[in-house]
């Protein structure tokens, strides 16, 4: 990237900077923005609503077209995966898992798109901008960012709460969370287990899909570094498997998300 | 490698808004369509039932209405046959009477013509004799000698 040619370390660092306003460098900053993961999620997001409302006022109980038959497709899918274990109303659950199915969904394909196709272009803008092209950081991959995928895993933490509190009232949450699974007599126990199990929900629930996307972003990023002949079979094995991955995961974060809340909202 | 809070907070806002719009403007058009669509269908396919059933309803009667014409035009049929049989019964039997009645007619007839014709007969055998007696009368008269031959006359007759 640099005008020398860089250092696989450098190269593979430079990669993985933010875009960021302000802020430090530290692994958990109070300050710093990350600027391209905001932009690109919400663009995503705006890509997501835009399409799916077009289809919602388009909607026609006759025969739908080719749009119509695909968003219905997804969301009959995601409706029917709540439906399987969610058994309260839908009309917040359902909308939620959709958005969380196809937006992760959406951050995750941008993985697909080549590693340094938008950083060059993004380093011939800011250099054109009259700044160091040396440090234009980007990364496009929302998920590959944990403030995305926490952002996501913290609203369904605290979503699991409110679903608790909506389930079993105030007193039945407290009642399970110190009672549950070994009755009155260990109740410490029961304490010190359920707050693991709670917070294991949310850093699970974020580091499964950014350890996912990180590591397959990695791997695309080492991929580069081969000569241009060596990269082709690699990059597209690759790329066919993580198609599944990008899938896959979006699927999982969905499902996940279904399953804690119904947990959360059930009486056991 | 970084976690910002700044980042995450703002995500989380951006999330809820997301959510929140999905959940007003996308979600309950698109499910209601899906509904109407599954409620249109079901009563589609309820009216094909419907139709399939009132098809084979008006085959069975139209069946039934072909057997009953069909036993009608036997019974019609036979009954014109039977008329048929009596007029004709009928008209043998009155044709039978009027030939009976011509014949006697005729019989009637012959016999008066025959009773007026012996009549006549007997009107001009009695002339004639009265002639023929007159005549022998004028040449010699003789009534014993002729009386019994005049008597067989009369008898003939």
Do not use: C
């Amino acid at each position: 990237m640099a005008s020398a040619s860089p250092t696989p370390a450098e190269y593979v660092t430079h990669h993985l900077q933010h875009l960021t306003y302000a802020g430090d460098s530290s692994f958990i900053s109070a300050s710093a923005w990350h600027v391209d993961t905001l932009i690109i999620s919400t663009l995503l997001g705006l890509i997501f609503l835009t399409v799916f409302r077009i289809v919602a006022v388009r909607a026609t109980a006759g025969v739908p077209g080719k749009l119509q038959n695909f968003v219905e497709m997804i969301i009959e899918f995601v409706d029917n995966s709540v439906k399987s274990s969610f058994h309260g109303s839908r009309a917040f659950v359902a909308p939620l898992a959709l958005t969380i199915f196809v937006w992760v969904f959406l951050w995750n394909s941008m993985d697909l798109i080549p590693v340094d196709l938008v950083p060059k272009l993004w380093a011939l803008a800011y250099g054109a901008a009259g700044h160091d092209a040396h440090h234009a950081y980007i990364r496009i991959v929302p998920s590959a960012d944990m403030s995305a995928t926490f952002a996501l895993s913290i609203s369904v933490f605290i979503l699991i709460f409110v679903y608790s509190f909506k389930g079993k009232g105030a007193g039945g949450f407290a009642k399970e969370f110190l009672f549950h699974p070994f009755g009155p007599y260990l109740l410490p126990a029961n304490v010190l287990l359920n707050t693991v199990e709670y917070l294991a929900r949310p850093m699970s629930l974020a580091l499964r899909l950014f350890g996912n996307l990180y590591a397959g972003e990695l791997i695309f990023i080492l991929i580069a570094l081969l000569p241009w002949w060596a990269q082709v079979i690699p990059g597209l094995g690759w790329m066919i498997f993580h198609i599944l991955v990008v899938t896959l995961q979006a699927f999982i974060f969905m499902t996940l998300t279904i399953v804690y809340l119904s947990m959360a909202y059930e009486h056991h | 490698m970084q976690a910002s809070i700044p980042s995450i907070v703002g995500q989380m806002i951006v999330f809820f808004i997301f959510v929140m719009f999905t959940m007003k403007y996308v979600w309950p058009p698109i499910t209601k369509a899906l509904e109407e669509r599954r409620v249109r269908i079901a009563e589609g396919l309820a009216a094909a039932e419907r139709g399939a059933a009132s098809l084979k309803e008006a085959s069975a009667k139209s069946d039934e209405a072909l057997k009953a014409a069909r036993i009608q035009a036997q019974e019609i049929l036979t009954a014109a046959n039977k008329q048929a049989t009596q007029m004709v019964e009928a008209a043998k039997l009155t044709a039978t009477h009027e030939a009976e009645k011509i014949v006697e007619h005729a019989n009637g007839e012959v016999l008066r013509q025959v009773t007026h014709a012996k009549e006549e007969l007997r009107r001009q055998v009695g002339d004639l004799a009265v002639l023929g007696a007159a005549r022998i009368l004028k040449r010699e008269v003789n009534a014993s000698a002729h009386a019994d031959i005049l008597q067989d006359l009369a008898a003939r007759i």
